[in-house]
């Protein structure tokens, strides 16, 4: 029997929160868009993070920045 084909891009991607630098590890949604911005409050020390992913090739980039 055949495998399923799976999409080529990243289902999970990584950020470092910018207040306390725990590496977090979040699903990726490509049906959301490219690129997306959200904030995202850091599940460790409850700081929020503004993230940014974009795609590119099948890979994918989450950059964080503190939100001000």
Known sequence: ???PLRDPMQE???YYCTACGEQ???PLDI???N???YIEDCPVCCRP???R???SNGI???VAEAES
């Open 60 to 62: 994918s980039e989450v």
């Open 12 to 14: 999970e991607g990584c």
């Open 53 to 55: 992913i974009f795609w």
């Open 24 to 26: 977090i590890i979040i």
């Open 49 to 51: 993070n503004i993230l």
């Open 35 to 37: 690129p997306q911005e």
């Open 31 to 33: 049906s959301a868009g």
């Open 1 to 3: 029997m055949n495998e």
